[in-house]
C-alpha cells in the first residue's frame, strides 16, 4: 500500500505563498490521480485539486487561479503551490488518491498545517 508524507506547510501572512509536497512510497504513484485536499476546524474535509497520472489538473472554484498542482513521477511526489494565500486557506492540507478516498474508510497520512495570518 502506497504511503503518503506531506511537509511544507507553515505560517505565512495574507497574499504569501507555500509549496507543499507530498512523498510517496510505492511504485504505482505514476499511474494514478493524486489530489489534494483540506481540512479547517470545525469543517469536513474538502478537494482542493487533483491532478492526473498525465498531468491534467482540475481545481476548487475558491483556489483557482491562485494554487497549482504539479507532480514528479520520477521523484514520486506531488506538491502544491499556494500563491496568494488568504486566511480561509488555513487548513491541514493532505493528499491521497481520489480513488481510495471514496472508499468506505481511506487511509490518511498526517497531513500539514498551513495558517494564514498576520
Known amino acids: 500500500q502506497e504511503q503518503l508524507v506531506e511537509s511544507g506547510g507553515g505560517l505565512v501572512q495574507p497574499g504569501g505563498s507555500l509549496r507543499l509536497s507530498c512523498a510517496a512510497s510505492g511504485s504505482m504513484f505514476r499511474f494514478w490521480a493524486m489530489g489534494w485536499y483540506r481540512q479547517a476546524p470545525g469543517k469536513q474535509r474538502e478537494l482542493v485539486g487533483s491532478?492526473?497520472?498525465?498531468?491534467?489538473?482540475n481545481y476548487a472554484e475558491n483556489v483557482r487561479g491562485r494554487f497549482t498542482i504539479s507532480r514528479d513521477n520520477a521523484k514520486n511526489t506531488l506538491y502544491l503551490q499556494m500563491n496568494s494565500l488568504k486566511p480561509e486557506d488555513t487548513a491541514v492540507y493532505y493528499c491521497?488518491?481520489?480513488?481510495?478516498?471514496?472508499?468506505?474508510?481511506?487511509?490518511w497520512g498526517q497531513g500539514t498545517q498551513v495558517t494564514v495570518s498576520s
Open positions: 491521497n488518491f481520489p480513488h481510495m478516498v471514496v472508499t468506505p474508510n481511506p487511509s
Open positions: 491532478i492526473t497520472s498525465l498531468g491534467i489538473t
